[in-house]
């Protein structure tokens, strides 16, 4: 614990200090208690300890007049980066309370989160499948959007950073070190995860810094390793990529590939935008209907089973207990491959890592016996065409493709199938189809087929 953190019990206006959660060069985070609320709250102090001390009177003030100006800066760029983040409203970034100043310094209040660092998380875990990392990834990245929309960059995005709620979903916390884009930027480094640029206060940070550090994220977890420190990429470049060690039975070529692509040492080289990365991660995987996981494709003649979905949101929500909300997920996929309901309960429990909870998961649907409805077959080679034709007559999705072919012209095929594995009726497929069209005269013609669909009996 630091030397300089303020003591257990001490009130801080409204909030008691329990404890201190962690310790950086900016300042200090503390678990408090806000008495009014009754709620435990996260409390971060600005004190740079480099050019700052805490007096007798727990007061902060800068170590010298040499580092009085910077320290006044500093503080008024906390303040600032304060009341952006505190505008946020994102589930999946940490939502900023309340900020104001005391003791001569700066304090942000944070929500707690509840969890466990992702570190801490992943351990009993691994290996992760390709579906699991990208169910993580796709909220961060949706976070880290509205940040950048601001024009506000994390430039801190870690392992440490991140946290994994109870319910299993992650929070991206620790926006001490967030700066506008148009303001001075200063260096800030957690070795392996920040990107060269962010070594320099003239290095050109933007968007794609906190890529780089996701990135990095990303590759500790497909891996297990850390990433290179990204000085020591910059004239050669010596970590092996993303691609060469990933697993391949776990994770696609394209999903690796894209991982590397946020690493890229010259930030002209990575994408530059989330949404520029998204795609690349969508095209080879981060959409759940395109994981791969230990299996083999679908045999050229596979015979699919349409089962119970009272059934399968019953398995969704007992799976959800030990998977958290990537479960929904693994019941679809594992429903798409099952023969039998007895062979989809075996498969899904074979994903709970501990022994007790995967036999009461077995008992507990023990009874299945039988299937609501025939299988059929279907001889359609491509895996993801195959399981489209599994939700939706084949003339149904042929009728979709044609329709939407008019306005999108050969791709109509991929959306199509890629609608067909999320709706849960005609109607709703072409409401998803109908999403992708530009054009709003063209979109309306195709909810007015939507709507038709539904009012049929």
């Known amino acids: 614990m630091s030397q300089a953190a303020l003591?257990?019990?001490?009130?801080?206006?409204?909030?008691?200090?329990?404890?201190?959660?962690?310790?950086?060069?900016?300042g200090l985070t503390y678990l408090a208690t806000d008495a009014n609320l009754n709620l435990r709250v996260a409390v971060k102090e600005y004190l740079p300890d480099d050019i700052a001390t805490r007096g007798a009177d727990n007061s902060i003030t800068p170590r010298s007049p040499d580092t009085a100006e910077t320290f006044d800066w500093g503080k008024q760029r906390f303040l600032d980066e304060s009341r952006t983040v505190a505008s946020f409203r994102h589930p999946n970034i940490v939502r900023v309370?309340?900020?104001f100043e005391a003791n001569g310094t700066a304090y942000m209040v944070m929500e707690f989160v509840e969890g466990d660092a992702l570190g801490d998380w992943i351990k009993p875990r691994r290996p992760l499948a390709q579906v699991q990392v990208a169910a993580m990834l796709g909220p961060l990245l949706d976070g880290l959007e509205v940040v950048h929309k601001?024009?506000?960059?994390?430039?801190?995005?870690?392992?440490?950073?991140?946290?994994?709620?109870?319910?299993?979903?992650?929070?991206?916390?620790?926006?001490?070190?967030?700066?506008?884009?148009s303001a001075e930027l200063t260096a800030v480094v957690s070795p392996g995860y920040a990107p060269f640029e962010q070594y320099h206060t003239q290095g050109n940070q933007g968007p794609w810094s906190d890529l780089y550090a996701l990135g990095g994220v990303a590759y500790w977890m497909v891996t297990g390793n850390k990433p290179h420190e990204a000085v020591a990429r910059v004239r050669a470049d010596t970590m092996p990529s993303a691609l060469q060690q990933g697993d391949r039975g776990l994770y696609r070529p394209e999903f690796l590939s894209a991982i590397d692509w946020a690493l890229k040492p010259n930030e002209g080289d990575r994408p530059q935008s989330v949404a520029e990365w998204r795609a690349a991660l969508t095209g080879s995987g981060l959409e759940n209907t395109k994981t791969v996981e230990k299996t083999q494709p679908l045999p050229k003649t596979a015979t699919v089973l349409a089962f119970d979905p009272a059934l399968l949101k019953k398995l969704e929500s007992a799976l959800a207990q030990h998977l958290g909300p990537v479960a929904p997920v693994v019941v679809k996929n594992a429903s798409k491959k099952a023969t039998t309901q007895a062979a989809l309960v075996q498969a899904l429990a074979q994903e709970i890592g501990d022994p007790a909870a995967k036999s009461a998961f077995e008992k507990k649907?023990?009874?299945?016996?039988?299937?609501?409805?025939?299988?059929?077959?279907?001889?359609?080679?491509?895996?993801?065409?195959?399981?489209a034709a599994a939700r939706f007559p084949v003339e149904v999705l042929e009728r979709a493709e044609k329709r939407l072919s008019e306005h999108l012209g050969p791709v109509a095929r991929v959306v199509v199938k890629r609608a067909a594995m999320k709706a849960r009726d005609e109607a709703e497929l072409y409401l998803l189809l109908a999403d992708e069209i530009e054009d709003k005269e063209e979109r309306k013609a195709f909810n007015r087929k939507a709507m038709s669909i539904s009012r049929k009996p």
């Open 7 to 26: 003591a257990a019990g001490y009130a801080l206006q409204e909030y008691r200090i329990e404890k201190v959660l962690g310790v950086g060069g900016f």
């Open 97 to 99: 309370m309340r900020f």
């Open 150 to 181: 601001t024009g506000v960059l994390h430039r801190d995005i870690k392992p440490g950073n991140i946290y994994m709620r109870e319910d299993g979903s992650p929070v991206l916390l620790d926006f001490g070190s967030a700066r506008q884009r």
């Open 365 to 387: 649907f023990s009874e299945i016996s039988r299937p609501t409805s025939q299988p059929t077959s279907t001889t359609r080679s491509n895996p993801a065409t195959a399981l």
